[in-house]
Nanobody, 125 residues
Framework: VQLQASGGGLVQAGGSLRLSCAAS????????LGWFRRIPGKERELVAA????????HYANSVRGRFTISRDNSKNTAYLQMNNLKPEDTAVYYCAAEPGTFSGIYYSDQAYDYWGQGTQVTVSS
């Protein structure tokens, strides 16, 4: 099982990026999904999450209204659309997936079995 995260880069404040997380060797269609980020000097934090059925989403207060988590089962890919980016969004972003039957949101990074390698997002002021 491999998750390949991509789409990071350097963007000016107010700009947008879309992160992708493509899976191979495993179907994401029935997984709970999460996007985390690690800001230098801080612990990894949950940015956005989606339940396995897609009916429930969760966003950190700092990104609510600006970020959107989604998935495309036909492409076996998860996405994080990030709009109105701020310098404080600068971090390494990780996608995560968790199979199973739980229908809610996994808030802890310990709950996720599969992880992407991380993609750097840098927002300049």
């Amino acid at each position: 099982v491999q998750l390949q995260a991509s789409g990071g880069g350097l963007v000016q404040a107010g700009g947008s990026l879309r992160l992708s997380c493509a899976a191979s060797g495993h179907s994401l269609s029935s997984d709970a999904l999460g996007w985390f980020r690690r800001i230098p000097g801080k612990e990894r934090e949950l940015v956005a999450a989606m339940s396995r059925g897609g009916g429930i989403t969760h966003y950190a207060n700092s990104v609510r209204g600006r970020f959107t988590i989604s998935r495309d089962n036909s492409k076996n890919t998860a996405y994080l659309q990030m709009n109105n980016l701020k310098p404080e969004d600068t971090a390494v972003y990780y996608c995560a997936a968790e199979p199973g039957t739980f229908s809610g949101i996994y808030y802890s990074d310990q709950a996720y079995d599969y992880w992407g390698q991380g993609t750097q997002v840098t927002v300049s002021s």
